[in-house]
């Protein structure tokens, strides 16, 4: 049945169709959004619930060449040609290739008539299914096996049997000054003598592959990943992150004459993740990352880059020893945590001691580079103790290649190394600016290329060197052949995807697992869920659902999703709840009483409220969807460039939910679903609400998960990665970088429990678990050996559910200032129902170290100090739950963090 969003109470009849994944995401083309090929009277009309049913319908019909999927309509209407299309902002359109065209390994593109080259300017120079040499551009090869007898290969870059630095050598000597500026942009143009293509480093691959035409995968946002707790999930997420950048890199190469010249998100080096820490909750992209804790945000964030680049830790190739899948970056470097409050992050300062720097700023990405070996690191916009980040050579060289050993490169943010002048004012000049950032450590210029274009001044007016820019130029270089794009296209294991793993159901159901995973159950008074589906489906008993964030599957996705812009939306709520009741047996069609209540999420009127508590007061549950949106432009706005000034529910959502609990009386379940990035205050509104689940922007198969959790067909066992605080009141002054001012930031460093309504890694599940036989691995350590923690778990209900087991120590004797409690590590395993699971736990040195400050500010400051720690394990924090397990650990004596490595 149709569901309509009208200011009615609408009993819907909620008919469900499931979602169909593409066929055959090759089969599949040129996909324009805001185009319309039906200005023919030629054409077949079909029924259809996504962009990827009608390129079904359309491979599947012999007589249809292109084809347009109308998302107002829910229609696909075919075609022979794509010949004159319209402009329709409703519309997406593409074409289907019948049979298959001409295809090219590794980097090379297929020309209209059939070989293969390195830029279409080359083409007509071979046959059909040849190759032209990249070492020449003058002789032609059968096939892609045939690169290896390629002429003048042997000595040089191309040579893939040479040692890494000494191809990098050949080619740091066989380029000109102009050259090697040249490549220091995000839009590096090609070098045809050399047989070097042109690439597009540009990708905003945060979640999942964005802002292309193709139907991507998109996973929860960073803070729902960050509340799975799962390293599991996390290194899956990455992998399917990785699988279809690198697959849809290889496809639209062999669609695309320009190799993707203005395609954000058809690369493979991916600006991806957003590991900034989440300080106060009030920050716009606190919806991005993981959580507001150091050792979380590494470990989760070790697992996410290693899934993605599929190498392993401590090295950054993979199995083969050679290349990676796709390269990731660690961004953004560094004390980045505010969009427009106090200042705008352009100009924003972030004046840090060697304790906050080294206690909160640096560990994870010292965990980014050390252990994830990320491919690329983007410097922020903001200051660093009045250095701008991009020109900060404490940051970029001290830190990143004289202590950690990178050999990795540094980009911009979007034209933050021009920003040197244009928002700081750090120098008077742009030449100024360009020799500041490259012998600070800067590698390549995001957005623009205003600083780059003065290098060759600012050389000659020895400002820096050519020996400057040839270093940036070879670490580029450097990566690009460990991505494989200038090895023989056989040798590169990772050519052969061709982006059908785009929602593929193995990444599809890695998007539910982590969208469930994410479920963050915060209230359950007298076990209000799960419901029981099939009283529901049944009619014995009916249910009410309220808000309009019901019917908005855009919505779950949060930002930097914009391939899902493309219709790639998935379901709204309201149709997974009514999936799930079809699937109890409620023969295909359920009573399920809609109303919106508010009018948008920014909820300004009370114009709906009659109509809510109408359908509210007639049901046996109400299910009512609160929260935020991703770059609204209102009340309810978080997103990049914007601070919210309140953590408070927009607009009159509070009170929305006042009326409902007014209609429906004290006893019928009211329950509230939340979706939003960044934390919320309900101080007025929990108390009448009975179950609180948090589900974060939970992805493309949010919905599933969601409705799944609603119904008791999965236990949730999300816990929340950030502190969620009382009221504005204790939060700290906008722009304090210092954690321990005030009533305290985050949990390290909160000096009242009574600030604090649910802590950091709290969440219920529809079960409980019990804790005993608590085994440290010695009661003393040496300072760089860790230790292991070993507990007995067991689910003491009736429900097979996941538990996070959560490690904290406090340190009784420091000798320094130290967080109040910490957490060390964490693992989330799975206990059937009544059974008792083994956990082990590794504690790394990292995890308990202290910071003793010094003068540089940009020296390793951390230190595992000689004393006492006391080890406390359980489901929460020590001082959030009852009777937590305790043990002590001795640390013999004192070592600095960098002679641990």
């Known amino acids: ?301 070790v697992s996410y880059i290693t899934g993605a680049q599929n190498n392993t830790p401590g090295s950054m190739v993979g199995p083969d020893g050679k290349h990676m899948l796709i390269g990731m970056c660690c961004k953004h470097y560094a004390a980045y945590d505010l969009e427009n409050i106090p200042d705008a992050r352009f100009d924003f300062n972030a004046n840090l001691s060697s304790f906050e720097m080294w206690d909160t700023y640096m560990p994870a990405f010292s965990a980014c580079i050390k252990e994830a070996q990320a491919a690329h690191v983007m410097c922020s916009y903001n200051s660093v103790n009045g250095i701008p980040t991009c020109g900060h050579k404490g940051l970029l060289t001290e830190i990143l290649r004289d202590q950690w050993k990178w050999d990795g490169f540094v980009v911009s943010d979007y034209d933050a190394w021009a920003n040197i002048l244009k928002t700081h004012h750090y120098v008077d000049t742009m030449e100024d600016a360009a020799a500041v950032g490259i012998n600070a450590g ?28 040839a270093q940036s130029f070879r670490r580029l270089f450097r990566i690009r052949i460990r991505l494989g794009m200038l090895d023989p296209p056989t040798s590169v294991p990772y050519n052969t995807l ?30 209000a869920l799960p419901l029981d589906p099939k009283k529901y489906a049944s009619k014995a008993q009916s249910l009410a659902v309220i808000g309009p964030q019901a019917l908005m599957p855009g919505l779950l996705v949060g930002n930097y999703a914009e391939s899902a812009a493309n219709g790639n939306w998935g379901t709204a709520p309201l149709m997974a709840i009514g999936e799930e009741l079809t699937s109890a047996g409620g023969n295909n069609e359920t009573d399920i009483a809609y109303a919106p209540g508010c009018m948008d999420i920014n909820c300004l009127t009370s114009d709906g409220f009659q109509n809510a508590t109408t359908a509210a007061k007639n049901a046996d549950a109400v299910i ?85 959790t609603i119904f008791g067909k999965m236990s949730p066992a999300g816990r929340t990665p950030v502190t969620w605080y009382r009221d504005d009141s204790v939060l700290p002054a906008p722009g304090d970088m210092d954690e321990r001012n005030g009533h305290g930031t985050t949990y390290r460093y909160i000096k009242n429990k009574s600030d604090v309504v649910y802590p950091f890694g709290y969440g219920l599940s529809y079960t409980t678990f019990s804790y005993k036989n608590l085994q440290l691995s010695s009661s003393q350590i040496k300072p760089c050996d860790g230790f292991t923690v070993k507990v007995s778990v067991t689910n003491d209900g009736s429900v097979s559910s996941d538990e996070v087991v959560q490690v904290y120590v406090k340190h009784t004797d ?88």
């Open 1 to 301: 049945a149709v569901i309509m969003a009208a200011m009615l109470v609408l009993v819907l009849f909620v008919t469900v169709v499931g979602r169909t994944a593409m066929a055959d995401s090759g089969n599949c083309s040129q996909l324009v959004q805001g185009t319309d090929f039906r200005n023919t009277n030629s054409q077949t009309e079909v029924a259809a619930q996504s962009v990827g049913e009608c390129c079904a319908a359309c491979h599947a019909n012999p007589m249809c060449g292109a084809f347009t999927f109308r998302s107002d309509q829910l229609k696909c209407y075919m075609k022979a040609d794509n010949a004159n299309p319209i402009a329709e902002s409703h519309s997406t359109s593409g074409v289907v290739s019948k049979t298959p065209g001409p295809t090219c390994l590794g980097e090379f593109t297929p020309c209209s008539t059939g070989e293969c080259t390195m830029d279409s300017s080359l083409c007509g120079k071979c046959k059909a299914g040849e190759y032209l040499c990249p070492s020449d551009q003058q002789t032609c090869v059968k096939g892609a096996s045939g690169y290896s007898s390629c002429p003048n290969l042997k000595g040089t870059h191309l040579d893939a049997t040479l040692p890494l630095e000494q191809r990098l050598d050949y080619l740091v000597n066989a380029t000109t000054l102009e050259e090697q500026i040249g490549q220091l942009t995000n839009k590096a143009p090609s070098i045809l003598r050399l047989g070097i293509p042109f690439y597009n480093w540009l990708n905003d691959d945060q979640h999942g592959v964005g802002r292309t035409s193709a139907q991507a995968t998109v996973l929860p946002n960073g803070c729902g990943l960050g509340a799975t707790f799962s390293q599991e999930t996390l290194q899956a997420a990455g992998r399917v992150v990785g699988e279809e950048a690198r697959g849809l890199h290889n496809m639209f190469l062999h669609q695309q004459a320009n190799r993707g010249e203005n395609c954000n998100g058809c690369g493979i080096t991916a600006y991806a993740p957003n590991m900034n820490l989440v300080r106060d909750p009030r920050w716009g992209r606190a919806q991005e990352v993981f959580g507001e804790d150091p050792l979380h945000m590494s470990s989760l964030t």
């Open 442 to 469: 800067i590698d390549q210029e995001g957005g623009g290329t205003a600083a780059i274009s003065e290098l060759s001044q600012a050389i000659s007016d020895k400002k820096t060197t050519a020996a400057a820019v």
């Open 498 to 527: 061709n982006g059908t793993q785009a929602q593929s159901n193995v990444h599809l159901d890695t998007a539910f697992k982590a969208g469930q995973q994410a479920m963050t159950l915060l209230k359950n008074k007298n076990g």
């Open 624 to 708: 009512v969807f609160l929260g935020l949106h991703a770059n609204s432009h209102g009340p309810a706005d978080e997103g990049e460039g914007h601070d919210r000034t309140t953590l408070q529910l927009p607009g009159m959502q509070p009170q929305l939910v006042a009326a409902l609990r007014a209609a429906i009386g004290p006893n019928k379940p009211l329950i509230a679903v939340l979706i939003h990035g960044g934390t919320l205050v309900l101080n007025g509104t929990e108390p009448l609400l009975d179950s609180i689940m948090s589900a974060w922007y939970p992805g493309l198969e949010g919905a599933k998960a969601m409705a799944q």
């Open 814 to 901: 420091a000798t320094v200032p130290v967080p109040l409690v910490r957490l060390v590590t964490f693992q989330r395993p799975f206990i059937p129902a009544g059974s008792t699971m083994d956990v082990t736990l590794t504690v790394p040195p990292e995890a308990i170290a202290v910071v003793y400050e010094k003068q540089d500010v940009y020296q390793d400051a951390r230190v595992v100090e000689k004393g006492t720690l006391d080890v406390f394990v359980g489901g929460g924090q020590p001082d959030f739950i009852d009777s937590p397990l305790k043990a002590s650990v001795m640390v013999q004596d004192t070592a600095p963090i960098p002679t641990c490595d």
